[in-house]
């Protein structure tokens, strides 16, 4: 019998590597971008067309290449970064695995154009298919100037596995932002279909904050810094008042490195604990230095996820210097970290954990803190840490029976079809409504009991609301009309750069629910109409739309989809609040002429119905 097994030709097998490493268009930008750091840029200019479709270039003003590097660094596992094996638990720089180029070369239309200072004539290498069809040179500025076009030209099939422009882009910001915000002392812009989108000139953390969130971040930010032997944490958090409903705006960086982590969320979230309502969550940007050594970033292709040596001493520093921080600037109550009953070391214990975490002296820089009050601060949390599983994830961090966030689809599954136990799915979707005199009434200002023939049935208000509202936004968009409450004296909305996008792509639609919003320039908007059947004003209405429009992105819902089920979530009636009977009356008739009265848009149940038999029996 013939051997089967043979090798995979070099364009095949990169293919195949870019399917872990290029996902999207902003892959390309995060890798690209964090290739013009290692060079030691200080000016790095980013082009997108189409979203990144048709072109991604990332200019910079960096070290540059030889003729030879050049034409090298496009070779799978070619890189500058490391030399042996024991380097991958020493790495400082952004890149280290010699992947992306090569990954990209694999399934765009790649130029490079590159030159080192000390060369008077720059390098010009043409890519397509993993080969360098043309090599020549040329004139450029000192510097890299790589132009990735027709991204997935060669595999259609991941090419339309790509998402709308708007949510490419959006993807696109975010990696962009999650770079930018870790280097306040380079220059960046961002330049979208010939419209610069962000342009931030260096400064410090502060000001590129601000140059990304906008100016009104400017009077919430609390500076967190803490420096040990061990770990440096340093950064902003949020003022408690300016706590959201949603997670947003929450960025962890390690070695200057973006990462993902739930259980360092958690403490960040467990410093606020009585400082914000359990249903909120705080802005924060920090930033934690530790020893290389001490972590390992290479356990996932996009590096956003590494392992700590000792994951809980980093969650133990991080909850302490947050609320070491809003306490110094008198936010918190009063703090005596020296006489917390039951929550204190041994001395024994203590000595036991200073001896563990002494280190080469890493970071060097001297901060706002030092090792004695440090210790001081950090005694006795181990017993408060959360329940974690052997794998290292936090259990069960939010109380069960909340409500998921609007964009969370439920396990509740979302009904379609009848179900076994029902006569018939018209009897469900027409219940008779008729009640005894009293009406229908409120329980706890959250749920509406109304009796029917066959029992009693218990109507959620707020999803029903929701799908209420829902059904008839996704209506109007198909020709429907909706009323606009007119503003006396309009008002002017001021977004930031990544919202802005967004509404800008969102007006058209706006419009046709009842908004009159008009794009005056500068990310800022002028609202001269909202929808009737809104409370809010028109400020808060924008942000909230904003919002839930951002939380849904994420499930990647048609765009009209995510603007009704955003709007929805938005208008409807909030839990706890007291309806009259013409009002529960209203809802009750609405939600069961609905096409789909049984859940709300995020699939969660808005009704039960409790049989005559079933409460016989509880009875006995």
């Not at 924060?284 to 050594?293: E, G, M, N, Q, S």
């Not at 109507?459 to 609301?465: C, D, E, L, S, Y």
């Not at 009002?583 to 609905?594: G, Q, T, V």
């Amino acid at each position: 019998m013939a051997d089967i097994i043979q090798l995979l030709p070099d364009p095949i097998a990169n293919q195949i590597a870019a399917g872990e490493v290029i996902q999207r268009p902003a892959s390309i930008i995060k890798e690209l971008v964090e290739n013009a750091i290692d060079a030691e840029a200080t000016e790095v200019k980013v082009i997108v067309k189409d979203a990144g479709k048709t072109l991604v270039q990332v200019i910079d003003n960096g070290k540059g290449m030889s003729e030879t590097d050049a034409r090298l660094c496009f070779e799978r596992h070619a890189t500058s970064k490391i030399r042996k094996a024991s380097d991958l638990f020493s790495i400082n720089t952004m890149g280290f695995r010699g992947e992306a180029l090569a990954s990209i070369a694999a399934v765009a239309q790649v130029s490079l154009k590159t030159r080192r200072a000390e060369d008077e004539i720059a390098v010009c290498i043409q890519i397509k298919d993993s080969k360098v069809f043309s090599q020549e040179l040329c004139q450029s500025p000192k510097g890299t100037s790589i132009a990735v076009k027709n991204l997935f030209y060669n595999v259609p099939a991941r090419r339309n596995f790509l998402k709308s422009d708007t949510v490419e882009f959006r993807h696109i910001v975010s990696e962009f932002l999650h770079v930018v915000t870790a280097y306040p002392e380079i220059h960046f812009s961002l330049h979208h279909n010939d419209r610069e989108i962000y342009h931030l000139p260096k400064g410090n953390l502060r000001q590129r904050i601000v140059g990304i969130l906008g100016k009104k971040y400017n009077e919430r930010l609390v500076p967190v810094e803490e420096i040990t032997e061990t770990i440096g944490i340093r950064g902003y958090v949020g003022k408690p008042e300016n706590a959201k409903k949603k997670r947003k705006d929450q960025f962890f960086f390690v070695n200057k490195r973006f990462i993902k982590s739930p259980y360092l969320n958690h403490a960040i979230r467990a410093a606020y604990d009585d400082l914000i309502g359990s249903d909120m969550y705080p802005f924060y940007i920090l930033f934690i230095d530790i020893d290389p050594k001490q972590i390992d970033i290479n356990v996932h292709p996009t590096k956003q996820e590494i392992k700590f040596e000792d994951e809980r001493i980093v969650y133990n520093y991080l909850k302490v210097a947050v609320r070491h921080a809003l306490g110094k600037h008198h936010i918190t109550p009063t703090l005596d970290f020296d006489h917390q009953q039951g929550m204190g070391f041994t001395q024994s214990s203590k000595a036991s954990r200073n001896q563990e975490i002494q280190t080469p002296h890493f970071p060097q820089n001297s901060g706002s803190g030092n090792t004695k009050n440090w210790e001081k601060l950090y005694s006795g949390l181990e017993k408060i840490l959360p329940i974690i599983d052997p794998e290292g994830t936090v259990i069960q961090i939010e109380e069960e029976g909340k409500e998921n966030q609007v964009g969370q689809i439920a396990d509740t599954q979302v009904f379609t079809t009848r179900s076994s136990d029902d006569n018939s799915f018209t009897e469900q979707s027409s219940i008779d409504a008729e009640t005894d005199l009293r009406g229908p009434f409120q329980i706890h200002n959250t749920y509406i009991a109304s009796q029917i023939k066959s029992g009693l049935v218990l109507i959620h208000q707020r999803r029903a609301h929701q799908r209420i509202l829902f059904e008839k936004y996704y209506t109007a968009f198909q020709g429907g009309e909706m009323l606009t409450q007119k503003e006396l004296f309009p008002d002017t909305v001021t977004l930031s750069t990544d919202e802005a996008i967004l509404m800008k792509a969102m007006i058209p639609e706006l419009q046709l629910l009842g908004f009159q919003i008009e794009d005056f320039g500068n990310n800022s908007f002028i609202v001269h109409g909202i929808p009737a059947d809104m409370e809010e004003n028109p400020t808060q209405a924008i942000h909230t739309l904003l919002g839930q429009y951002q939380d849904n992105l994420d499930l990647e819902l048609d765009h009209r989809e995510n603007i009704a089920r955003s709007m929805a979530s938005s208008a409807a009636i909030k839990t706890g609040k007291s309806l009259s009977e013409k009002e529960m009356k209203e809802i009750i008739d609405l939600l069961f002429a609905c096409s789909m009265p049984m859940a709300s848009p995020t699939g969660k149940k808005t009704f039960i119905k409790l049989k005559l038999e079933d409460l016989e029996k509880q009875f006995g």
